[in-house]
Nanobody, 116 residues
Framework: QVQLVESGGGLVQAGGSLRLSCVAS????????MGWYRQAPGKQRELVAL???????NYADSVKGRFTISRDNAKNTVSLQMNSLKPEDTAVYYC??????????WGQGTQVTVSS
């Protein structure tokens, strides 16, 4: 099992910044991919950004140029720097980890609210 604990959500005005962090613990060996997803009210959960153990990244088109994902393998953490936030970024953000390309784990979620 892998446990994921997120932190860093909150309320910010449009144009502001927030940084989300996620710490993984437990059976963290062979975690291949870590990432962030979000789910807004009434919408499906969607990919925001992901990063592989080798450092390759992938971003949703809606956040490219504004969000940056990073990973510290030594500390088993993944972070999401969110700049130029928009009201449409408002959602619950979930940390995700994939181990062995088979097992998927989720954090409990952290609320991000962007006011206009």
């Amino acid at each position: 099992q892998v446990q994921l604990v997120e932190s860093g959500g909150g309320l910010v005005q449009a144009g502001g910044s927030l940084r989300l962090s996620c710490v993984a613990s437990g059976s963290i060996f062979s975690i291949n991919v870590m990432g962030w997803y979000r789910q807004a009210p009434g919408k499906q959960r969607e990919l925001v950004a992901l990063i592989t153990s080798g450092g390759s990244t992938n971003y949703a088109d809606s956040v490219k140029g504004r969000f940056t994902i990073s990973r510290d393998n030594a500390k088993n953490t993944v972070s999401l720097q969110m700049n130029s936030l928009k009201p449409e970024d408002t959602a619950v953000y979930y940390c995700n980890a994939v181990r062995g390309f088979v097992y998927t784990y989720w954090g409990q979620g952290t609320q991000v609210t962007v006011s206009s």
